[in-house]
């Protein structure tokens, strides 16, 4: 076991696959050199040269559009999208494309490809830096959208996506580059599709994602102080999406509460709401708490980031309703 | 045109070879009209009637295991890759033995196997992909050039741009073909483009020669396909095409084509390469006889195909659960 910070296991992960499979190749902006704006990836031209390390121009239609060409034909490939906001410029490939394709081809062809970058807010970049788009991805029939909390997570669900045959949206929480975790020694692989209970509890089910996670665990500590036990539910893959543990873990505490940074309406939270009162409304004795940002754009000055996305306090707060 | 074809210079069996898929794509063009005017093919179809001797120039230039990406009006290029016309013409039908399975339709045919990477229907939006194919190609080593084709309305798409650049910058094995048979849906390019070569004008833009060829001529379009395909295999990097050419009817089924001055259509239609083109090779002493037989092959090919896709079942309702993920996982919610 070593610890490392999640940025680091970004290139640890990225490392492991590219020495283990010669068809993974990894392009993006400043991603070779540079090592990446939020250096994820510093290293990788070095050790795996400059035909399966490559600099981009500034053209996420031509990058997307690339790696899935190359998917279709016999590569792995990996891109990097510098900021997750910037999908919007590449969304018909990603929408349109990539996700639909082996649909409508029949299975002809698979797409065993991965967008990773940085995603969400807290580093007060604003509004079209900050933003964590995990719902835009999450309504596409066609897409895999995994999102990790931890240094651990980062390394064995890269490598789980950059092995999945179908294209997955990584998203990296950028506010936890610089958190430290431990990580296995060896080649680390995870499973899609799986969330993770990473705190037991008995009252209440906490449900949350990338930098909600630790957030949650901090209000579950505040929370049993007062006698409250917490359960964390790490969703970490939203498709496929782990409703088996979810339900089960809500099937235990009867209340449910899910944390999201993204802005309130249509958040991915409302569909496991939607998810646990249609499968799981028996198991509830008391409302489900929602806790998200208000649906506005987030802004950039420290006051009002901070009050826009969702605290631990706030946390607190909607779990105290969730079991009054 | 920057292009003059010795047609001399290219041996009689390609020549032959090129009639025959011109022959092919035609009829089976219109059968599909036919069927769609039966309401037989669903939803829309968009005619390459007219501009078939662009893919049947490349057609012949190009290696079995090469790439094509088109667009929504691609039957003739799938076809001509040589995907089997009764799966085409079930999937015009919708039936269960389509070459999609009944999940594409016309604007969507694909056979990954001819190395027909798909018809796209968003303008523009399959450039960035073929740089993928060739990228890929350029990675394995193979020496396969990737062959994208689309119309002047794609010239104006910012995909466009970023599609040539990075093929030039990374000397990507891929060939793009302006097919301007100058119109978009109704508007004529012209009109909404700074510039007379919609696509050739802007080639120096990404360090690339301008090359304009008569699209209705398949000798023409053969001796810049092989230039262009065979740079491209080299390593000598991509190339933008812009072949001349226009379509018969209008955009699609629904549309007569009524805006465009009948004095054009006339005279485009007198250089129908389906006419034109084997009463050259005629003159160049191929024998009727040979020419006819081409025609009524593919005749019979079309009856089969009509025959074979209506006598094929519907797809079954289950199937559109499958596919959506390699591995079954829209299982998690249905
Ligand atoms: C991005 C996008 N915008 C608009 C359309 C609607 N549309 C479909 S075909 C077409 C005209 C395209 O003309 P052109 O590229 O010249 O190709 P042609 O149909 O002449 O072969 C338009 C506007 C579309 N499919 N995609």
Known sequence: MAEVTYREAVTMGMAQEMRRDDRVYFIGEDVAAAGGVFKTTPGLQDEFGDRRVRDTPISEEAITGAVMGAAMTGLRPVAEIMFSDFYATCWDIVANQMAKTRYMTDGQTSLPLVLRGANGGGLRFGAQHSQAVENWAMAIPGLKVVAPSTPRDVIGLLAASIRDPDPVIFLEQKSLYPSKGEVPDGEHLDELGKATVVREGS???????AAMVPRALTAAEQLAEEGVSAEVVDVRSLVPLDASTILASVGKTARLVTVEENPRLCGWGAEIVSLVAEEGFWHLDGPIVRVTSPHVPLPSADELEDVTLPTAERVVDAVRRALA | MATTA????????????????IARA????????????????????????????????????????????????????????????DALMAELLGRASGICGGKGGSMHLTSVRHGALGSYAIVGAHLPIAVGAAWSAQARGTGQVAVCFFGDGATNIGAFHEALNMAAVWEL?????CENNLYMEYTPIGEVTATEHPAADRAASYGLEGL????????????????????????GGPSLVEAKTYRHGGHSRADPGTYRPSEEVEEWISRDPYVRYPER?????????????????????????????????????????????????SSWRK
């Open chain 1, 203 to 209: 009252d209440v089910t906490i449900v949350a994602l």
């Open chain 2, 6 to 21: 010795d047609p001399h210079a290219i041996d009689e069996a390609t020549r032959v070879a090129m009639f025959r898929d």
């Open chain 2, 212 to 235: 304009v060829v008569d699209g209705n001529d398949p000798d023409a379009v053969y001796e810049v396909a092989t230039d262009t395909v065979g740079r491209a295999r080299d390593g």
């Open chain 2, 281 to 329: 090779l005629r003159d160049d002493g191929v024998d009727p006889a040979t020419l006819e037989a081409i025609v009524a092959e593919a005749e019979a090919e079309v009856d089969h195909a009509t025959n074979a896709a209506t006598d094929s079942p519907v797809p079954d309702p289950s199937v559109i659960l499958t596919n959506v993920w390699a591995d079954g996982g």
């Open chain 2, 173 to 177: 094995p891929v060939v793009f073909v």
């Open chain 2, 26 to 85: 035609r009829l089976f063009e219109q059968r599909a009209y036919d069927l769609f005017m039966k309401g037989l093919v669903k939803g829309t179809s968009h005619l390459a009637t007219g501009q078939e001797a662009v893919a049947a120039g490349y057609a012949a230039a190009m290696r079995s295991d090469d790439y094509v990406l088109c667009t929504y009006r691609g039957h003739v290029h799938t076809l001509l890759r040589g995907a089997p016309m």
